[in-house]
């Protein structure tokens, strides 16, 4: 974890592989909110690594929901029938659909906003529907950092 106090997420509208729109972070629809956030297609291996502390944290704190958040630059936009079909031909579970929400966004803002310095990896951060960031990690999963994740989902 460094430096959360310092982040927010920021207001920003995107939709989820069913077609709702979400307007982030205030439709986060949990307390606490564990968030994957993606830049690149190949990186879904580094979100799927995550998948015990996820089913874990599903299982153990119902006051904790999931999202993925595959962010693309604005410039993609014209190809987002394209590219969000593809995902949902891929992803055929729909509470996965639903908890899949894709942002066409100028990043260069929106990273800033999160302490985001580098694109090359995924970013994982705890959300409260206010935008408070209250933990993040970075990269693949490392079952070191599921004590500290533990920590701010405890009731």
Not at 73 to 86: E, H, P, V
């Amino acid at each position: 974890m460094n430096d959360t106090a310092l982040h927010r997420f920021p207001n920003v509208v995107g939709k989820n592989l069913a077609g709702k729109v979400f307007r982030l972070p205030a439709d986060f629809e949990a307390p606490l909110n564990l968030v994957f956030i993606a830049f690149q297609r190949r990186q879904q291996d580094d979100v799927d690594s995550w998948k015990p502390l996820v089913e874990n944290v599903a299982r153990r704190f119902p006051q904790v929901r999931v999202y993925e958040i595959p962010t693309l630059s604005r410039s993609y936009t014209l190809f987002r029938g394209f590219i969000d079909g593809g995902m949902r031909a891929g992803i055929p579970d729909p509470s996965t659909r639903a908890a899949t929400i894709t942002l066409y966004i100028d990043k260069g803002p929106y990273d800033e906003s999160l302490g985001i310095t580098s694109e090359d990896e995924i970013t994982v951060m705890l959300v409260r529907p206010s935008g408070e960031i209250i933990w993040r990690a970075t990269g693949r999963y490392d079952p070191a950092r599921t004590p500290s994740l533990d920590r701010y989902v405890t009731p």
